[in-house]
């Protein structure tokens, strides 16, 4: 009670004082520091947003960068299919407005042969009425000079033709005999060239076209390179077509010059085992393979030289020699083809007792000018001739070079002495083969040319061409005039076509009466 009763009312109120006070500062303090957390944690809420914003615009920088990039290659794909097509078009485009020309000329041709036949049907019509009245009118004045029927008349008139006919057949017999003597001996020695020969080489089939094989369809990606670049530097460096097809781990080269297409195949065979492609590496391989080639040509030119035993020639002429290496000629190898005519050659010279060593030279180079026939114009053997007398002063063998083909005026001995090697070397069995096509337009020529004339029924070329027989219709074609039509076609094949040996027409006339006994 006495300590209650101490305290007084001022000293109460100064601890009430002091206790709110003290209250509102600790509230105070309390709010300042829960306003400070509060500060700490917005500041470190924004660095959080501040990264996370950064965070997603450099994730949308990258994601742009490469929808940019897939949008560049989707622009160049489409622009290289588009350019595709295209170019595909055009040719195709071409390819048919060649095709209405072709049409258009031929379509003028058929109207001005249609024309030309309908005139010369005219004519025909005009000279058969003329010849009917000059028949009337020479039967008509034979009857009253030699007093003669009209039966008698034709009697003596066939009569006077079968004795024309009959001169005419002994006359050209006698020029057969004649001939066959002439060449009697020439023959024989033919003959004893083929027996001598013994050996058949092997045939390659001839080709613009060769199949390089590659490790994997990858590398088909490679050799096109970005945007076509790796193709088109090997097309432009080797001047021969590169064809990436569906073929599985193959491409094709294409050219019709052999020596382009073995540089292409060197190159391009260097190139994948390298595994560096790029138009510079492809210009630099390209010139090695090139140098390559040209060491391999003068290699085989050389080796030929010395396997026939031919010196002093020209180191042209040795090169050009060894470009024959990838020439073929109806499947048959050009080089090797040379090498057999130049051994034949100097079989049959030593047979003639002629100089063996002019003949092999002249049977080796005799087809010289095929190195270069598709760069020269003119034929082969004149081609060749003239590069034979620009390196070689010897007049023999550039007369069997020119003369090789008998294409001349004047044949002397070396022009038949190579002529008849180079017909044994291509003419043996497996050496060389014609196209179906060449084949099938001589045997349509032979056919036309009989068609062609009056009176002819049916026409069939056969035994290889050698022989064309012709059904004539007998209401139009008596026994006298088939044989007139058989000496007219003769004249007309001979002077129309080119053909090795000979051509035999047979004329056929049948003439048939049916009756019935009733």
């Known amino acids: 009670m006495e300590t209650g009763a101490a305290l007084g009312v001022p000293e109460i109120l100064a601890i009430f004082f002091s206790f709110v006070i003290g209250v509102i500062f600790g509230g105070m303090a309390i709010l300042l520091s829960r306003g400070m957390m509060a500060n700490r944690q917005i500041r470190i809420a924004q660095r959080k947003a501040a990264k996370i914003v950064a965070e997603a615009r450099v994730e949308a920088k990258d994601e742009l960068n490469e929808a940019k990039k897939e949008g560049v290659r989707v622009k160049s794909t489409s622009d290289a299919e588009y350019r595709e097509r295209r170019s595909e078009l055009q040719r195709q485009e071409n390819r048919l407005t060649q095709k209405e020309a072709a049409l258009e000329r031929k379509l003028g041709d058929a109207e001005q042969q249609e024309s030309n036949l309908a005139g010369k049907e005219k004519e025909i019509a005009s000279i058969r009425a003329n010849l009917e009245e000059v028949k009337e009118k020479q039967l008509t004045q034979l009857e009253l000079i030699a007093d003669m029927s009209s039966d008698e008349a034709r009697q003596t008139l066939l009569e006077k033709i079968e004795i024309e006919m009959q001169a005419e057949t002994t006359r050209r017999l006698r020029e057969w005999e004649t001939k066959i003597k002439e060449e009697a001996d020439e023959k024989a020695r033919d003959i004893l060239a083929q027996v001598i020969q013994r050996s058949a080489s092997e045939v390659v089939s001839e080709t613009t076209a060769r199949v390089v094989p590659i490790p994997s369809d990858e590398m088909k990606g490679r050799l096109i390179g970005r945007e076509g670049r790796n193709i088109r530097a090997l097309e432009q460096a080797t001047g021969v077509d590169l064809i990436v097809d569906d073929t599985p781990e193959a491409v094709t080269l294409s050219s019709f010059?052999?020596?382009?297409?073995?540089?292409?195949?060197?190159?391009?065979?260097?190139?994948?085992?390298?595994?560096?492609?790029?138009?510079?590496?492809?210009?630099?391989?390209v010139?090695?393979?090139?140098?390559?080639?040209?060491?391999?040509?003068?290699?085989?030119?050389?080796?030929?030289?010395?396997?026939?035993?031919?010196?002093?020639?020209?180191?042209?002429?040795?090169?050009?020699?060894?470009?024959?290496?990838?020439?073929?000629s109806y499947g048959q190898n050009v080089l090797a083809h040379s090498l057999e005519t130049a051994d034949l050659a100097n079989m049959i010279a030593s047979e003639l007792k002629a100089d063996t060593?002019?003949?092999?030279?002249a049977g080796l180079l005799h087809d010289i000018g095929k190195a270069v026939?598709?760069?020269?114009?003119?034929?082969h053997a004149a081609i060749g001739a003239e590069l034979v007398k620009q390196w070689d002063k010897s007049k023999e063998v550039v007369q069997g070079v020119a003369e090789h083909h008998l294409e001349t005026s004047d044949t002397s001995i070396w022009g038949f002495i190579v002529s008849a090697a180079d017909a044994i070397s291509s003419a043996r069995p497996g050496a060389r083969r014609e196209s179906l096509e060449g084949y099938l337009k001589r045997l349509r020529a032979l056919e036309d040319i009989a068609d062609g004339f009056e009176g002819v029924g049916k026409t069939y070329a056969i035994q290889a061409g050698r022989e064309v027989r012709i059904l004539v219709k007998p209401e139009e074609i008596d026994d006298l005039a088939a044989m007139r039509l058989a000496r007219d076609i003769v004249k007309k094949i001979e002077s129309s076509l080119t053909y090795p040996g000979q051509i035999k027409v047979t004329v056929l006339r049948e003439t048939r009466a049916i009756d019935y006994a009733k």
Do not use: C, F, W
């Open 257 to 285: 010059d052999p020596v382009r297409r073995e540089v292409a195949h060197v190159a391009l065979n260097k190139l994948i085992l390298d595994g560096r492609i790029h138009p510079a590496r492809i210009e630099e391989v």
């Open 287 to 328: 010139a090695k393979a090139k140098e390559e080639v040209d060491a391999s040509i003068l290699s085989a030119g050389e080796q030929a030289v010395y396997q026939m035993g031919v010196h002093g020639l020209h180191p042209e002429l040795i090169k050009l020699l060894g470009r024959l290496k990838y020439r073929t």
């Open 357 to 361: 060593n002019t003949a092999k030279k």
């Open 373 to 379: 026939d598709r760069e020269v114009e003119g034929t």
